[in-house]
């Protein structure tokens, strides 16, 4: 993920951070292998801009930088970069969408900033109600989310029509929360609603591309940077990166509610017993 990152942000960087950025897109494994001094000659940079591109994309300096790239060329599966072609087998298909998603996930843990998540349970927590909107393929996420949080205990609702999540976002007032979902980061409704909802007052938890116009609008912004612009089966392994960190916050508000809050949903799922139905809980 971190060369997607890369990728996503090219046009946002500097004219010498670009260098940079080019540099080590050509040659990841080089990067890690020599030290600062050889990347800003290959750059032809100086040695602090290195460092200003470094932290431009969220790291203290080029030895943190360097850590995170070095993991994620380490963990890579092979099959995950090569596109699905019309001659493959099912053995080719099973190990090139398997791996790529593996990856995709592997690249999550490493990237996604445990701090972000917490300040992001925090506004949670406090929300008098929460609100997801996305729309084509993260309107699916926002349902998903709607499905797991309305177990919270706090008023729920996912919108995944752009007219009807921008009136939504219009009555939304100081102690509300909406959780913005875009996996490009640029769709005009989302970010006129995610304006109207910080015009009321209401926290804004943006999932999406750094350096987008939606993530401009976040109260918080917990970004998710992929390249989509590889082949058309690429989404599938982006969306499970958004239904992961659905699934990590919704299960952490449900922890920080604390045992009171666990004995409810217990009492809730033997309520439902007694009509053969299941609660479907996600933490036990």
Known sequence: MLLDSIRTQL????????????????????????????????????????????????????????????QGLALALPGASEQPAQDDLAADLVNKICSR??????????????????????????????????????????????????RSGVPTIAYTDPAIHSIAAALLREGDVVVAISQRGNNPSLVRSAKLARRGGAEVIVLAPSGTPLAD?????????????????TPISARLAYLVVIDVLA???????GPEFRKKMQNAQKALQEFDMQFDSFIG
């Open 251 to 257: 299960v952490g508000l449900a922890l920080q509610r």
């Open 101 to 150: 998603s593996i990856n995709t996930l592997l690249d999550l843990r490493n990237n996604l900033k445990p701090e972000l998540i917490q300040q992001a349970l925090d506004i949670l927590s406090r929300a008098n109600k929460i609100e997801f909107y996305g729309q084509g393929t993260s309107g699916f996420v926002a349902a998903d989310a709607q499905h797991k949080f309305f």
């Open 11 to 70: 046009d946002s960087l500097s004219k010498s951070e670009r260098k940079v950025a080019l540099a080590v897109l050509a040659s990841p494994s080089a990067t890690v292998s020599q030290n600062i001094t050889a990347l800003a000659r290959a750059a032809q940079v100086s040695e602090p801009t290195v460092v200003r591109f470094c932290r431009t994309l969220g790291y203290d300096g080029w030895h943190e930088f360097k850590l995170k790239l070095a």
């Open 217 to 233: 609008m976040a109260s918080l912004l917990i970004p998710i940077d992929l390249v989509f612009a590889i082949d058309p089966y």
